[in-house]
Structure formats: structure tokens, C-alpha cells
């Protein structure tokens, strides 16, 4: 994958309008000379990515995955082991899917009302080309899996055709949406690369090709989010303040949790369930460690006081902000 996007943190830092400008023109150009295609870039069909049922780099890492960690996944047979971390990481890659195609729409319902001239217009559409990749990308692998994932809770698939209308009513939790479905799968795929976890071939792959170009997608959120929200209004921004927290809490555990067929095919207990997501001092830490990013953002865009300050805490996700983009977990305690 020899094109690569070289992610830097200038691309985060803030600064004035002509520095945005800069930004989408930097994103929009790498957009078009460092990106991806599934079907090239991949090679499906190559002996070593054969995936097969008894393959045992389909265990879940105790290291980065909530459900890897708990002693009852730890205690089954090494087989059912199996069979559940390649259920987990299809229906990952279905969640995945799913929720880029909500992204690609909003951000065309956001595009549509743009003004001539405007610089997010050729970056969203840019975006939104990449995350059809995206698409292709993680139904290619689970069919391939051969596991007949549903992907997100039923009523997360059912809202999922309004949800792109808040992109032109309401911008700003639009983009706090997309960087609530982005930044979980986005953290725990960089988890799993730098701990060098022992992945099959086609998930590191997966996982790689997405994780390089979501680097742009997540850095265009900010940027906008950081642009905009400061001149709003000061009642605007409270609302702003307590809405943040709440989307990113909604949309990890609609991102994160599996949906009920997990439980049931792989009889789970109602009680291990409940310590995986998300009792356990270990759930807990993963949860808030997935909002690092996030709440520095938060920061940046004058959107922590201490009433926000307190619902982040009371929804679980509170916790100091990283230092810079993409701090790793194990240093964020």
C-alpha cells in the first residue's frame, strides 16, 4: 500500500480561516494522490489470506477487544473461541458498513446545500468516495467469513434513513456523529496495530487500509467542528456542550455492542454481557479511553464546562483529553 497518507499533527492544530482553507485544500489533494482501492490494494485471493475455520488468529485479543479480555471468552474452547472472534470481527466490519453508508449520505445531504465556491465541497465528496471503498471493503470480508452477520441492533437499522437529514438541519451534531461512529472503530483498530496483535492477514489489511484513510475523514471533522463552533452563539454552544457527550455515547454503544444474536448464538450470560459492556473496571477504562480524542476536541471548541464536564463523567466517557491526536490508550490512564 505504497500510498499511504503520511497523518501529521499540524493537520490538527488550529489556527485562522486561511489555515482551514489551507487544510481542505491539503486533505482534498491527498484525497486525490494518496488513496485506496479494496481490489487492488487487497489481495483477496492470495493462499495467505485464505480464511478458514480453524484458523486461531481469529481469537479475540485480551489486550484490546472488551470481549477477548473476559475470563468467560478466555475459559471456551479454543474452537469456540474461534468462531466467536470471527463472528465479532465480521459484525464489526457489518456495524462498519452500515454506519459509513449513513455517513456517505449525510455528507451528501451536507454537500448539496453548500454554497458555490466552497472548499468542504470537493473534500465531502472526496470523503465520500472513499468511505464507498469503505463499503466494499467490509462486505468483501464478511462474506467472505462466511458469517451471516446482522451488524447493528435493530433500532439503530431502522433510524438509519433520517439520520443524514441532521446534516443540513443540524451540521454541527451531524459531524459530532460522524466522529461518534468513527472514533471507536478508529481507536480500537489502532489498538490492535500497535500492540502487533496476532490478526489474520485480512483483517490487518482491512484494518490498515482504514485506518490510513480515516485519518483524513476524522482530521476534516475537527477542523470543521473547531471552525464553526466558537462562532456560535453562547446558547448555542451550552446546547452544543451537553449534545456532545450524549452522541458520543449513544453511537459507541450502538458501534461497539453487539447486537442481541450474539448473545444467543453463543449463549452468552445475561451477566457476562453486562461486565463486557460495561460494569467491568475494564469495560470502563476501554470506554473512556476510546473519547480521548474527542474530549480534547471538546476543549479546543470551548464545548467543556462543568455541566458538560459532569454529563460526560455521568455517561462514563469523562477522564482527562489526549495530548495530541491518536495518543495511545495505555498512556491516557
Known sequence: MSNALTYTPE?????SDDDYTQVLDDLSAASVHRNFDPYVDIDWDAPHMAI???????????EVDPVGRHPWYQQQPVDKQIEIGMWRQANVAKVGLQFESILIRGLMQYSFKLPNGAKEFRYTTHESKEECNHTL?????VNRTGMDVPGAKVGYRLISPLVPLAATIFPSIFFFGVLGGEEPIDHIQKDFLRTRADLHPTMAAVMQ???AEEARHISFAHHLLRETIPRKGRMQRFALSLMF???MRVLCGAIVVPPK???KRFDIPDEVMRD???RSDESKRFLRN????VRMLGEQCGLMNPISRMLWKILGIGGRPSRFRSEPTYTAA
Open 245 to 247: 457527550p450524549i452522541v
Open 290 to 293: 476510546v473519547f480521548g480524542d
Open 276 to 278: 463486557i459492556f460495561w
Open 209 to 211: 487500509l482504514h485506518v
Open 137 to 141: 471493503m467490509f462486505q468483501e470480508f
Open 11 to 15: 493537520h490538527d492544530k488550529t489556527g
Open 261 to 263: 444474536k450474539f448473545k
Open 52 to 62: 478458514v475455520p480453524d484458523d486461531e488468529r481469529w481469537v479475540l485479543s485480551k
